[in-house]
């Protein structure tokens, strides 16, 4: 099953309203992308910490509708 990128663009933008999103189809099938995620709510968290934003953000999508996330998260400068 697969989700589309808007989707996930908007679940982040959702939980994280001032986040800078890219969303990356990295196989053409809807299942496995790469998001760069740049969110002053990841200051002074551990790369761990930002990635669990994230991934709560996409409502335990992850493993079912969405098989794989490459996450990338940063501060913005």
Known sequence: M???AAEI???IRAALPDAIVEITDLAG???HYSARVVSQAFAGLTRVK??????DALGGRMGGQLHALQLTTSVPN
């Open 2 to 4: 697969a989700m589309p």
């Open 9 to 11: 663009e908007a679940m």
């Open 29 to 31: 099938d809807g299942d």
């Open 50 to 55: 930002q990635h669990k934003l994230v991934y």
